[in-house]
T-cell receptor, first 112, second 114 residues
Framework: DQQVKQNSPSLSVQEGRISILNCDYTNSMFDYFLWYKKYPAEGPTFLISISSIKDKNEDGRFTVFLNKSAKHLSLHIVPSQPGDSAVYFCAALTGTASKLTFGTGTRLQVTL | DAMVIQNPRYQVTQFGKPVTLSCSQTLNHNVMYWYQQKSSQAPKLLFHYYDKDFNNEADTPDNFQSRRPNTSFCFLDIRSPGLGDAAMYLC?????????????FGPGTRLTVT
């Protein structure tokens, strides 16, 4: 049972445009959500997070939006840069556990 | 630079032949995790150590064991690898007292079973 779902395995965006990566979850006990970025031959690195008590968190070019009623979150990257090309994983956890539940990832390609 | 190191990066083993993957960290984090990631799938937590306390996930096969002799090192032992155990194995760390969700990952070991 996939509790965190990333339904788009890949996304291609032109440099300078907005990239929107989506994530859906089913477990209403999740109260913290994270995005990780992974380059080839490297481990995932933490990018940005959001608590369930918020609906938006912004860090430079990266903004995460959370819609709890829809159990949906999205990562916006504006403007997209070629160096943003990577696999992006959505992850979630509950406050009582240190266990991250990951989605399957979305491969973002930013083209010139 | 403080980091999480995994050795080897690529490991080939034979069906049924025990194999050990290693992870070391210079971050002095007290929590260490092992994940399994198969192709096009989400990383799946196998187990984690909170200091010396071992926490096994309910669905982790008995074939997978782990050791943590000290803060810096953690090992993943696969006693009798099957073809289905071929995957990327990721080690991660985090710090209690910090934000546990900020897990720092190593580059992974890709295991091939022949």
């Amino acid at each position: 049972d996939q509790q965190v779902k990333q339904n788009s395995p890949s996304l291609s965006v032109q440099e300078g445009r907005i990239s929107i990566l989506n994530c859906d979850y089913t477990n209403s006990m999740f109260d913290y959500f994270l995005w990780y970025k992974k380059y080839p031959a490297e481990g995932p690195t933490f990018l940005i997070s959001i608590s369930s008590i918020k609906d938006k968190n912004e860090d430079g070019r990266f903004t995460v939006f959370l819609n709890k009623s829809a159990k949906h979150l999205s990562l916006h990257i504006v403007p997209s840069q070629p160096g943003d090309s990577a696999v992006y994983f959505c992850a979630a956890l509950t406050g009582t556990a240190s266990k991250l539940t990951f989605g399957t990832g979305t491969r973002l390609q930013v083209t010139l | 630079d403080a980091m999480v190191i995994q050795n080897p990066r690529y490991q080939v083993t034979q069906f049924g032949k025990p194999v050990t993957l290693s992870c070391s960290q210079t971050l002095n984090h007290n929590v260490m995790y092992w994940y399994q990631q198969k192709s096009s799938q989400a990383p799946k937590l196998l187990f984690h150590y909170y200091d010396k306390d071992f926490n096994n996930e309910a669905d982790t096969p008995d074939n997978f064991q782990s050791r943590r002799p000290n803060t810096s090192f953690c090992f993943l032992d696969i006693r009798s690898p099957g073809l289905g155990d071929a995957a990327m194995y990721l080690c991660a760390t985090s710090r209690d007292g910090g934000t546990l969700y900020e897990q720092y990952f190593g580059p992974g070991t890709r295991l091939t079973v022949t």
